[in-house]
Each structure stands twice: as C-alpha cells, then as structure tokens.
C-alpha cells in the first residue's frame, strides 16, 4: 500500500512539472476600435491596448490565457480607458492556429468626461477571439462584448475589437 501511494505522489510531482514547463510570458501590443452600444450618434474610437500576457498548457489542446493590458477604449470624444483582466481558454489546433473565449473584467483608470457623464468604475465583458503563433511571435484578433453598462442608467456597452501582436520572453 506505502509503494501505491509513493508510486501515485511521484506521478503527479512528475505531472506537474511537465505540465509547468508549459508556462509562456511575454508581452502584446495593438489597436483598439471602440465604440458604445445604445448610441448611434457616437463614432468609433481608435484607441490602443498594452500589456503582459500569460499561457498555461492544460491537457491536449487547451490552456488557460490571463491578460494584464490597458485599454483605451469608449467611443470618439467620450474617452474612457481601462485596465483589463482577461482571463480566456484557449483551444489550439493545426500547430499555429487558436480560439479564445472566456470573460474580461475591465477597472476604469482614466476618464475625461467624469464632469458630464457619470461612468462606472467596472465593467465586465465578453472576450471572443483567434489567435496565430510562430515560435515566440504571435498575432491575435479579438472582439469584446460589453456585458456591464459602461454610463450609469444609460444603454452603453463597451464594444471593442482589437488587433494585437506579441512575443513570448519566456
């Protein structure tokens, strides 16, 4: 019996460090193209996100990304920026491609209009994206579905769609 239970605690110390040699880091960058929803005399925003990135391999073809980025975001002349927490699952298949879903909560860090408009301090969103890698490079397209209203007891979702590119430090 002391042997099972040795044998079974040497499998998963032996399971967890293959599956931590798994882990990726690195740092992304892009273009944002916001706007709000419930309102259509706004324009969109072209704004940017940046931040750190992090991949954590799970079984077979998945894993787990977590996100720290700011995010210029809102619509034009109604600047509203954020730091966001994405936290997607990753489903990766043909060796390069992936997709990624899962949810985004988004802190308000910056917002210009406070004197007009009243805007809440947290938003929550939905994160719906693809992603290519080649070696430490990779690109990624994501659209973000505000779920939260972004101006309080106003129809005013964030929408947001971003084109990013990164790299892998370790």
Do not use: C, W
Not at 87 to 108: T, V
Not at 111 to 136: Q, R
């Amino acid at each position: 019996m002391k042997k099972l239970i040795l044998l079974a605690i040497a499998l998963i110390g032996f399971t967890t460090v293959s599956t931590a040699q798994d882990i990726k880091f690195g740092v992304k960058g892009g273009v944002n193209f916001s706007t709000l929803s419930g309102n259509s005399s706004l324009d969109a925003r072209t704004g940017y996100h940046i931040g750190v990135v992090g991949q954590v391999s799970l079984v077979d073809k998945f894993a787990i990304q977590p996100e720290i980025l700011y995010s210029a975001q809102g619509a034009d002349n109604l600047d509203i920026d954020y730091v966001n927490i994405p936290i997607l699952l990753k489903y990766k298949f043909l060796k390069f491609l992936s997709f990624d879903a899962g949810p985004q909560f988004g802190i308000l860090v910056n917002d210009e209009y406070s004197d007009i408009v009243e805007t809440k301090s947290f938003d929550v969103s939905a994160a719906l994206g693809a992603g290519v890698e080649f070696g430490k490079f990779f690109g990624q397209l994501r659209y973000n579905i505000g779920i939260t209203d972004v101006i309080e007891d106003v129809d005013s979702k964030n929408g947001t769609f971003q084109v990013s590119v990164g790299y892998y430090i370790f």
